[in-house]
């Protein structure tokens, strides 16, 4: 039911889906004009779009989206509200609290409380974002050295104040889901680039 | 000194003959790497990255001195190899873990490893197990230690406690085909590093005067503050430029502030940071950051009945816990309501200064800590030097290791801290009120007896005879001996006897009676036996003095006589003065203040008890800012006008607002600091014009020094004799607080809070039977209190001291002024 064409071939050509749209030119004369108007006016093409309306209806042909109760899928790289990720095995946090999302947010809107656990690790007590302030540029998803917080899909944000938070038990992937393997991996902003372990000079070990 | 020209890197700078060809680079802003290197301490040579070639030789930086003409590169390519070698070892088995340490980003080896350009990695090495370990406040990672040793050089040359040294790291050795293949001083560099790792002498933990230097100079997170671990990332902090309210010392310090959390958004100090490479803290100033006073709002029926208060009174008693610009309005106060000022501290300091000058002809003393640490001759008197001004013993330490200097220690409780900071140093644990015979005898020993008053150099003389000791000396002579020998005689090959003449000399030892110089003084003051040998060995090459007087001196029954004869001391020795105040700015009080000795009827106290009591630890009447929520000025221990700024919001009313609300006319506090009396020394500057920072080259560019005024002097240098008799060899108890506590604001910071007690030796409570906790009567002439014996490590002898810093102790009550008074102690 969704309409999808061939726009992979991006030139402006005959075979390619994209074309030139034939534009007549402007009227230049004022009795041009006055007969432009005069035209479009009586040609009658009002009813054929109407009738267009009318035969769809009756043939229950329905082409939007019914949104709320339909969504159209969204591409892995749109930026919509955080997850915070888990790791797979141990179903520990990714976060280590580096703050480096903290850090680089242009519009200043994480936060994030940290202290030293019982097993002297760094353990992230909270963590919130202000959606109301988050432009969704997507920079603490890239900074992020354990791809912990990556831009989900849901984009539904609407609240009722400016600010709106979304705070650490909102964005977390719980652990039933977890262990339903629920929990989805974002080839988007702030993913493992294809080819990346070429790239790295590997460090000799004594071992 | 003189000054010279060198060339680095082609361009001609001026420095001084026998500066660090680092410091000079430095000073003029070019940069050389180096990490291991501390300014004010002895080059490590743990880093060897400061290596230049220096006239075609390679040098490194931190220990090879400027010669006149010398030219020096900073890169070479063969450098450039060994910088690269070296950083790329530090990077050996270095746990990536940036994103969590507490270094976070402000990391020497981060930036040196991408300054260096390190981009791949040549050397490995088996790595070795290296749990982390709780010292107490310092928490230290050995896994993210590199061994600059940093933490052991300020340890050792800067404090004082060397509480740090290095232990075997067990690691394996470095494979043998490194040593050929990589840059010499990057091999030579990693064969240390491999080998050891940091620990404190004690053993598990930490047994020092917690002063956290160690964590502050560490370039790496391996050393951090226990408290501060895992709850905040250096960029956050918004640093406040500020000085230290705790003690007259006046240190530079920023206090970090953040949010308190995400639910909470009051800022908070998270930890207090100081330019460790031109001022060391001690741990009052590093650990006790958050002495505010929470939570306060405007209460008006509060203001209400101050201002009443204010109406009836007749006295303000104070403490000299407050700013420069407090201290004006105060006076204010006075001058148009007619208040007595209270403040028996300051007024002792205000005293004992004009005393002074009544022979010196100066209003202020002539030395700061900063001759102190040049010094290399450094006497304190009457003062507990380690927690009267921790920036004093630093400085006396800092002298003592670095000038190959030696020192003298008056004080009559003895302090093994002091007796660790050099061989040459002696302690007289003389009686108290013998203060005066230690002042004589500096004037003795230093003083230019042409030119002192007759009466004095008279004085002097009835202290020494001449005794006749017998001395061991050892000779050495000539002995002629006969030795029979069995010699082979080669002919007949038959062994013959034959007597030979030896001449040999021998070491004897034989007694000699010689007439020596007894100087009844040193007995007096219980100078240790020979001392009047080891003092001509002190001497040797001496050339600049230093003379640290406390404020045992202050509260002295004879403080005009000690007055009058610090000052004879400045006028006829070589020494360089230094005066402690007691409290943070008991300098800028004394100097702004009129003050009275009694109170009146109705008293209101300020941070101290009154009749109404303003306070800003929370407990008064109407709340008050703390000295880290206001901004204003301290006049700190080097005659130093410092600026301090606001690190924490406050909400209520201010001591200003009271000024106001009586008549006075002033937006805020700081409008006063430009009125500051310029007859005291003072300067006309607005607070906003005061700068608070170091440069490059280690110079200090905060607020502005006081002037010092000449004084009309009547020309009489008399000097009162003492009397011997009063020494007080009985059992006495002493005024002083323990290390880290200075006042009730200390003791209120979350690392430090502690109740106060009787602060006894290891060994006299041993002697006594007493154990940490029993409850003691402690009774003078004045009254008696019931308090907990507290173990004191760092203190020995019998004197047992009481604190001031616990509101609950009323320890001053049981003082007649002076700091020591005689006690009886009964287990209850």
């Known amino acids: 039911m969704h309409h999808e064409e061939v726009f992979t071939d991006r030139n402006v050509n005959e075979s390619s889906a994209y074309y030139y749209v034939d534009i007549e030119n402007y009227p230049t004369t004022g009795w041009d004009k006055f007969k432009q108007v005069v035209k479009r006016t009586f040609s009658g093409e009002l009813f054929v779009g109407l009738w267009v309306v ?54 200043d809107c994480i936060r994030m409380d940290t202290r030293i656990d019982e097993n002297s690790r760094k353990e992230v007590t909270e963590y919130s974002i202000n959606l109301g302030r988050c432009i969704f540029c997507g920079y603490c998803a890239e900074v992020c050295p354990e791809l912990a917080i990556v831009h989900g899909q849901r984009y539904e944000n609407a609240s009722e104040q400016r600010a709106h938070f979304v705070i650490k038990d909102d964005m977390l992937t719980p652990l039933d889901m977890l262990k339903a393997g629920q929990q989805a991996e974002y080839p988007g902003f702030g993913a493992i680039i294809p080819g990346s372990d070429e790239s790295v000079k590997k460090t000799p070990l004594a071992y | 000194m003189n000054e010279i020209t060198i060339t680095i890197d082609g361009r001609a700078i001026k420095t001084q003959e026998g500066e660090y060809i680092l410091n000079a680079a430095r000073a003029n802003g070019i940069f050389i790497p180096a990490i291991c290197y501390l300014t004010r301490c002895s080059p490590t040579l743990a880093c060897r990255i400061c290596l230049v070639e220096a006239d075609g030789k390679q040098v490194y930086a931190c220990n090879a001195k400027a010669k006149e003409g010398m030219d020096i590169t900073t890169t070479t390519p063969n450098i450039l190899a060994e910088r690269r070698a070296i950083m790329e070892v530090y990077d050996v088995n270095h746990p990536l873990e940036c994103g969590v340490c507490d270094q976070s980003g402000e990391c020497e080896l981060q930036n040196y490893t991408l300054e260096v350009g390190v981009d791949s990695q040549t050397y490995s090495i088996k790595d070795t197990h290296k749990p982390a370990q709780d010292w107490g406040l310092i928490h230290y990672d050995p896994a993210l230690c590199i061994m600059c040793e940093r933490c052991i050089t300020v340890c050792k040359d800067m404090i004082g406690d060397a509480a740090l040294s290095t232990v075997a790291r067990g690691s394996d050795a470095i494979e043998a085909t ?34 956290g230097e160690c964590s502050a100079v560490c370039p790496v997170g391996a050393l951090v503050s226990s408290d501060y671990q895992y709850t905040s990332n250096a960029w956050e902090h918004k640093q406040i430029p500020a000085t230290c309210a705790h003690c007259s010392a006046g240190c530079q310090i920023s206090y970090d502030i953040k949010h308190t959390s995400i639910v909470d958004t009051e800022p908070k100090i998270y930890r207090v940071k100081n330019e460790w490479n031109y001022v060391s803290l001690c741990g009052a100033g590093r650990y006790g950051y958050d002495f505010e006073n929470r939570n306060v709002s405007k209460d008006a029926a509060a203001f209400i009945k101050a201002l009443d208060a204010f109406k009836k009174a007749d006295t303000i008693k104070f403490t000299s816990t407050i700013t420069n610009e407090e201290a004006l309005i105060l006076q204010r106060l006075k001058d148009k309501f007619g208040y007595r000022l209270v403040n028996n501290e300051a007024l002792a300091f205000k005293t004992f200064l004009s005393d002074y000058s009544a022979i010196s002809g100066k209003s202020l003393y002539s030395g700061d800590l900063k001759a102190v640490h040049a010094a290399d001759f450094v006497v304190s008197i009457g003062s507990a030097l380690k927690t009267d001004n921790p920036n004093a013993r630093f400085a006396m330490n800092n002298a003592l290791s670095m000038n190959k200097g030696a020192g003298l220690y008056f004080h009559p409780i003895n302090d093994p801290v002091v007796e660790g900071m050099s061989k040459n140093i002696t302690q007289f644990n003389h009686a108290p009120m013998m203060e005066e015979a230690a002042l004589y005898l500096l004037l003795d020993l230093f003083g230019d007896k042409d030119h002192m008053p007759a009466s004095v150099v008279e004085y002097l003389a009835t202290f020494h005879s001449s005794k006749t000791v017998t001395v061991e000396e050892s000779v050495d002579e000539k002995v002629t001996e006969t030795v029979v020998k069995k010699v082979l005689n080669e002919e007949t090959g038959v062994e013959e006897e034959v007597s030979e003449e030896v001449t040999k000399t021998i070491k004897k030892k034989i007694s000699k009676e010689v007439e020596v110089d007894d100087n009844a003084l040193f007995a007096l003051l219980n100078a240790p036996a020979g001392f009047a040998d080891t003092l001509t060995k002190y001497l040797a090459k001496k050339e600049s003095f230093a003379l640290m007087v406390g404020p045992d001196l202050y509260t002295h029954p004879n403080s005009a006589n000690c007055a009058r004869l610090v000052a004879l001391i400045e006028k006829y020795t070589s020494f360089n003065v230094t005066m402690i105040p007691n409290l943070s700015n008991t300098l800028g009080v004394a100097m702004i203040c009129d003050l009275d000795a009694e109170c009146g009827n109705y008293t209101i106290g300020y941070n101290t008890v009154g009749n109404f009591t303003l306070s800003a630890l929370g407990e008064g009447d109407l709340d008050m800012p703390s000295l880290n929520q206001q901004e204003g000025t301290f006049t700190g221990i080097d005659k130093q006008v410092n600026p301090t700024n606001a ?36 300067k006309a500057l607005d607070f906003d014009a005061l700068p608070n920072h170091y440069t490059n080259a280690g110079e200090e560019v905060r607020g502005y020094m006081l002037d010092i005024q000449d004084v009309a002097t009547s020309g009489d240098e008399s000097v009162k004799t003492f009397d011997a008799a009063k020494a007080m060899n009985e059992k006495v108890v002493y005024l002083a607080n323990p290390v880290l506590q200075f006042s009730p604001f200390t003791a209120r910071a979350h690392q430090l809070q502690s109740k106060g007690g009787l602060y006894v030796s290891a060994s006299a409570m041993e002697a006594s039977g007493w154990s940490e906790g029993d409850r003691v009567n402690v009774k003078t002439s004045r009254g008696e209190m019931n308090v907990a014996v507290i173990k004191d490590g760092k203190i020995e002898g019998d004197i047992a001291y009481l604190p001031t810093f616990d509101t609950e102790i009323n320890s001053e009550a049981l003082f007649d002024g002076y700091r020591f008074a005689s006690v009886s102690i009964q287990k209850v």
């Open chain 1, 54 to 107: 009318m035969r769809e209806m009756i043939k229950f042909d329905i082409h939007t989206v019914q949104y709320p109760m339909e969504k159209l899928p969204i591409g892995p790289r749109y930026r919509a509200v955080h997850k915070l990720l888990r790791l797979w095995e141990s179903g520990y946090e990714r976060c280590i609290g580096c703050g480096l999302c903290e850090k680089i947010c242009i519009s």
């Open chain 2, 178 to 211: 490194f040593k050929e293949t990589m840059p010499k001083d990057a091999y030579a560099m990693w064969n240390k590093l491999n080998k050891s790792l940091i620990a404190p002498n004690a053993g598990d933990k930490l047994d020092c005067t917690n002063c």
């Open chain 2, 647 to 682: 690190a924490l919001p406050y909400g209520g009313y201010v001591l200003n607002d009271i000024a106001n609300a009586l008549g006075m006319n002033a937006k805020y506090t700081v409008e006063y600091t430009a009125q500051l009396p310029r007859s005291a020394g003072f």
